[in-house]
């Protein structure tokens, strides 16, 4: 007989017929119930077995995260808290685990123990929830860019330009570190590399992708992107993975219209679907706050934000408003940020970014209209000389969570400033020939996925949204 997913079993109305259900046992009470988990769904079913019958020895052996199949018939639970159950007539261990020794004790552990045990981590609730949650997330990604007909597109992962300036590179060479092949000038010879050039990871596969809209009209892309920052944060990862459509002939109005409609989509669709697993991180946060002190408490359950975000406009602001609303606000003026704004120009850091969204606005915020001088080359120069066409959306407890721009369409205004930032315009030949050759208007963004699995779960630490988290100093499994 071919086993039923507990998901299945749980939603069945059918009972009274025989079943089997395979799975990893949760915990084992009274030599009796086996709460018994498969991974389908955050629910255990529970499996009633006839202990009389089972010999002490394989009893013994339903412990804590063993692995086994159970035959038994679906019943009406007579306990609380199910309503279908498992009495089991045959069972069987596919895998033993020691009790002494298996990490996952059924009781709750620290965040960072359960990243030290990454690897098992997933076999507890909440981790299955995260896990279940990003899943269903990727898959609204995709449903939402083809049912508007984007085309999806792989742009490369090792990449020969690094003119983008979004982040430090990790380097990709063929060459020994010993005896490294240098040229005359004693410089590191990387003709002689696996690609006859440098070449690193890719920190974003914008450039690439804005060629292929300027072909197929709407792309995205979906794809791990790495970052060498040394920014040991709760926000950053070196390696995470960025959703980054890109749009001919849409400007900078049309790019935050996708963004917001893209991102209350994917919300909206993970809320239909993985109610169960949403409503544990629900009280999962609740409970956690409960340790805080009241003021850093959230106001909003976790479903009661998600539905907040989908539920009403983000708010846009343009960056020299920002600047006003920052210079005036109280943690300026009594020097509680650690960096003070005092002039027009300056780099928000994250610690701004909240207080406007946390503090100030109380939603979901667009900033645009960036200075030139901290926003990338190939941003749109406004009429002023001195503010670019950019955009990044600001989520409360994340901060930024999509970067994008209109692009600079205009072949001219970009090489001056290419020649501007001292960058080798050999380097980006065939980025400059979009502009050569039919040049429009066009826009994209970047969304950092983990930020946003970090928002619809209600964690706290991105660590804790990716399977196997690449920080600096850590890189185990
Ligand atoms: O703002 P960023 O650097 O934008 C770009 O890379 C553009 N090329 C995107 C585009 O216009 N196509 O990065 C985009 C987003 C950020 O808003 C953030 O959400 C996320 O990527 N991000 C990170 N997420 C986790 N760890 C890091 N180290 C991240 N760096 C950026
Ligand atoms: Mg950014």
């Not at 970067?403 to 400059?432: F, M, N, P, T």
Request: glycine share 6%; aromatic share 10%; with cysteine.
């Amino acid at each position: 007989m071919k086993h039923t997913k507990v998901k299945d079993l749980l939603n069945g109305t059918k009972t009274l017929h025989e079943v089997k259900a395979k799975g990893w046992v949760r915990t084992f009470r009274n030599n009796q119930f086996i709460a018994l988990n498969d991974g389908s769904t955050i629910n255990n079913i529970q499996c009633v077995v006839d202990f009389e019958n089972t010999p002490d020895e394989t009893l013994k052996r339903i412990t804590t995260g063993a692995a086994v199949s159970v035959t038994g018939t679906l019943v009406e639970s007579q306990g609380a808290g199910q309503t279908v159950e498992i009495q089991v007539t045959k069972l069987e261990i596919l895998g033993d685990s020691d009790p002494e020794k298996y990490p996952m004790q059924p009781k709750k552990h620290s965040l960072e123990f359960l990243r030290e045990n990454a690897h098992l981590r997933i076999r507890t609730n909440s981790f299955g929830a995260i896990m279940r949650v990003r899943s269903t997330l990727s898959f609204a990604v995709h449903q939402y860019f083809q049912e508007k007909g984007f085309f999806y597109v792989n742009t490369p992962i090792i990449t020969g330009s690094d003119a983008e300036g979004a982040g430090e590179m990790f380097r990709v060479t063929a060459l020994p570190f010993d005896g490294t092949p240098r040229t005359e000038d004693g410089q590191v010879n990387f003709k002689e590399d696996f690609f006859g050039k440098e070449t690193n990871l890719t920190v974003s596969g914008q450039l690439e992708g804005e060629t292929y809209a300027m072909a197929l009209g709407q792309i995205y892309t979906f794809g791990p992107t790495f970052r060498a920052e040394n920014s040991n944060t709760s926000r950053h990862l070196a390696e995470f993975w960025m959703i980054e459509p890109e749009v001919a002939f849409n400007n900078l109005a049309d790019n935050m219209d996708l963004a917001e409609d893209f991102i209350k989509y994917v919300i909206k669709y993970t809320v239909d679907k993985c109610g169960d697993d949403l409503k544990f991180l629900e009280q999962r946060l609740l409970d956690e706050e409960k340790s805080k002190p009241q003021a850093e408490r959230s106001e909003m359950s976790l479903l009661e934000k998600l539905s907040f975000v989908m539920d009403n406009n983000f708010k846009r602001v343009s960056y020299t408003e920002a600047i006003d609303i920052l210079k005036s606000s109280k943690p300026n003026k009594n020097k509680k940020f650690n960096y003070i704004i005092d002039e027009w120009g300056a780099d928000l850091q994250s610690e701004h970014e909240r207080y406007l969204v946390e503090k100030h606005f109380k939603c979901p915020v667009i900033l645009f209209d960036y200075p030139a001088k901290i926003k990338a080359f190939y941003m749109r120069l406004n009429e002023d000389g001195k503010t670019v066409r950019a955009m990044d959306i600001l989520f409360p407890g994340i901060g930024e969570i999509v970067g994008g721009s209109q692009r600079e369409e205009r072949l001219d205004v970009l090489l001056q400033k290419i020649a501007d930032l001292g960058i080798d315009e050999k380097e980006l030949w065939w980025y400059l020939d979009t502009r050569r050759f039919g040049t429009a208007v066009h826009s994209g963004f970047g969304l950092g996925f983990e930020r946003l699995v970090l928002f619809v779960t209600g964690m706290s630490n991105i660590r804790d949204v990716i399977p196997f988290p690449r920080t600096p100093q850590n890189a185990e499994f």
